[in-house]
């Protein structure tokens, strides 16, 4: 594996094609993204054309993980809160590509997430994931703390349902 780099990502068409791909591959792979599979390529694109324009305008932080010239990997940092939530911010969309997954990648997407969120000030992370095949491990492995399990919550790529898990975590100055 090469040198993995984090950063910001823009609407260019390069991006665009590579983060739709990845929604679609994600997907197909059974992960719970709000998504159901199959996913067809126009409506991934759509996804994150509406997801990089909130990004411009500041509403959110979408996170690429680059292996030379492959996007292996992104995560969004959702800071449109209401306005009695100004300290908080979301992650949401973790996604590592299925050849990436156990090398590090969506650890590396959350650490530099929780910069970014600390950042702006933020001191609250909160998350879910499925509670089945979801990524629980990895973000106690991280140090979320666990708030508790909405039964039934949404429907799995492939059909059926599953439980989300709730996950909360102080950061930056609060974490102190």
Same mark, same amino acid.
């Given at each position: 594996?090469?040198?993995?780099?984090?950063?910001?990502? /823009?609407?260019?068409?390069?991006?665009?094609?590579?983060?739709?791909?990845?929604?679609?591959?994600?997907?197909?792979?059974?992960?719970?993204?709000?998504?159901?599979?199959?996913?067809?390529?126009?409506?991934?694109?759509?996804?994150?054309? /509406?997801?990089?324009?909130?990004?411009?305008?500041?509403?959110?932080?979408?996170?690429?993980?680059?292996?030379?010239?492959?996007?292996?990997?992104?995560?969004?940092?959702?800071?449109?809160?209401?306005?009695?939530?100004?300290?908080?911010?979301?992650?949401?969309?973790?996604?590592?590509?299925?050849?990436?997954?156990?090398?590090?990648?969506?650890?590396?997407?959350?650490?530099?997430?929780?910069?970014?969120?600390?950042?702006?000030?933020?001191?609250?992370?909160?998350?879910?994931?499925?509670?089945?095949?979801?990524?629980?491990?990895?973000?106690?492995?991280?140090?979320?703390?666990?708030?508790?399990?909405?039964?039934?919550?949404?429907?799995?790529?492939?059909?059926?349902?599953?439980?989300?898990?709730?996950?909360?975590?102080?950061?930056?100055?609060?974490?102190?």
């Amino acid at each position: 594996m090469n040198v993995i780099e984090i950063g910001p990502l /823009t609407a260019s068409r390069e991006t665009l094609a590579q983060l739709t791909d990845l929604l679609v591959e994600t997907v197909a792979a059974g992960g719970s993204v709000s998504f159901m599979h199959p996913l067809a390529l126009d409506v991934a694109s759509a996804f994150w054309e /509406t997801s990089l324009a909130a990004a411009a305008r500041g509403q959110r932080m979408v996170l690429g993980a680059w292996d030379g010239g492959a996007l292996v990997g992104t995560v969004t940092l959702l800071l449109d809160c209401p306005p009695n939530q100004p300290h908080r911010a979301e992650i949401a969309k973790l996604m590592t590509s299925v050849g990436q997954r156990g090398r590090g990648v969506g650890t590396r997407l959350m650490r530099a997430a929780e910069r970014l969120a600390a950042e702006k000030g933020r001191t609250l992370l909160v998350l879910d994931t499925a509670s089945e095949e979801g990524a629980s491990g990895l973000y106690e492995k991280l140090g979320f703390t666990l708030a508790g399990e909405v039964p039934d919550y949404a429907l799995k790529p492939h059909g059926g349902l599953t439980g989300t898990l709730i996950y909360w975590k102080r950061i930056g100055t609060a974490s102190r």
